[in-house]
């Protein structure tokens, strides 16, 4: 199994080791020169031997290059980082979800290859597992170990509720992912399982913390702040910060990307997140979303004209940019609009509020006079 991937990305060359935060950035000619090693009972170059060891902490002298070093190989397009929703459903029942229907459905086990081996192929290195919950899919296992063989770093998008299994842990601790975000629903079982409407949600998760932590895997949270634990949002921290967990807040509930207001039910007031100005983004460009069925789109939120990689392949993708631009154009009541160089959301989310009818207090500026001051 390989201990080092040496791989493009968005123009750049990379080092890089599964499960390790650090990588380093080298010039063509290193690319080049890892890449006429991989396949070889060689050595590596001394450069790389002190990098290992400084970087990561890995003694790797002596080892033939074929066994510790996987190259991934040029390609023609530019799609670094990708996300497959590898299945909708989902055994929580949260209030806030993104998603209409949580259908347990998708490719099977050798359309998911065959996908897998699809975005392995546009030169995908991070990948995101997401759902739905991904650990539920019964192919996930075999899934993610392919994945990983060919030479992705992972991230799992997780309500941590399958994460206490031994055979998963197991396996992660085998084949390390780049990190698994968890998300916090509370920081206590009644608002946990208030908000997930699963009975004993919280202590699911909590064993499953426990288990990782204890493999050592690369923990963060996403903390989703709602009414059932806004009055939590300290503890909720807390809790995060005693596994060790980089922490991420969101207290922007958005409507179902389909536009349905359901969800906007449960924010809770004050802790709406317009932080940051949103100054453009290369969805559709650098990175793309894939649904359960091999349906490639833009990110998950802007699923319009989706590109069917199990029926065009590879080339489909070609489209997407284009696809992606048109999305981003604004309109439905947005054009012209004199605030947008200070909008806080991007366009395909803003159409989902406004098909949701949502107050212009949930989204935008306009809605909140404070804003406009």
């Known amino acids: 199994m390989h201990q080092l991937i040496a791989s493009p990305y968005n ?9 390790a935060r650090a990588g380093i950035q080298i010039p063509l000619a290193l690319y080049e020169q890892l890449a006429s090693l991989a396949e070889s009972s060689g050595p590596l170059p001394v450069w790389l031997l002190d990098t290992a060891r400084a970087a990561w902490g890995l003694e790797l002298t002596g080892r033939p ?20 929703e590898i299945n909708k459903g989902c055994n929580f029942n949260c209030e806030h979800c993104y998603l209409a229907e949580r259908k347990f459905e998708g490719l099977p086990w050798d359309g998911k290859v065959r996908l897998l081996e699809l975005l392995r192929d546009a030169g995908v290195l991070w990948l995101q597992f997401t759902g739905g919950e991904p650990l539920i899919d019964r192919d996930f296992m075999d899934a993610y170990a392919f994945a990983h063989r060919s030479g992705m770093l992972i991230e799992i998008l997780t309500n941590g509720s399958r994460l206490h299994r031994p055979d998963i842990i197991e396996m992660l601790r085998k084949l390390p992912p780049h990190k698994v975000t968890v998300s916090l629903y ?28 204890k493999a050592g895997i690369a923990l963060e949270m996403a903390l989703i702040i709602t009414k059932h634990n806004a009055h939590e949002a300290e503890a909720m921290r807390a809790f995060a910060d005693r596994y060790g967990a980089k922490r991420t807040e969101y207290g922007a509930i958005s409507p179902t990307y389909s536009g349905t207001p359901e969800p906007l039910a ?20 650098t990175f793309f979303h894939v649904d359960p069925h091999g349906l490639a789109t833009m990110c998950k939120v802007g699923r319009e004209n989706p590109v069917d990689l199990m029926t065009e392949g590879l080339d489909g993708l070609f ?55």
């Open 11 to 19: 123009g750049t060359f990379l080092v890089a080791r599964p499960g």
């Open 65 to 84: 290059a074929r066994t510790v070093l996987l190259v991934r190989p040029e390609t023609r397009f530019g799609y670094g980082r990708a996300t497959y």
């Open 186 to 213: 509370g920081a206590t079982p009644d608002s946990f399982d208030s908000l997930t409407r699963r009975k004993g949600a919280f202590k699911l998760v909590e064993r499953g913390l426990v288990a990782a932590r």
């Open 266 to 285: 449960v924010q809770a007031p004050g802790f709406l997140d317009k932080s940051s100005v949103f100054k453009g983004c290369p969805a559709g460009h």
């Open 319 to 373: 489209r997407l940019p284009g696809i992606a631009d048109a999305q981003m154009l604004r309109t439905g009541g947005c054009g012209g609009c004199q605030l947008s160089r200070t909008c806080r959301v991007c366009r395909p989310l803003a159409k989902a509020y406004q098909e949701a009818k949502a107050p212009l207090n949930t989204y935008c500026q306009h809605g909140n006079e404070e804003m406009l001051r």
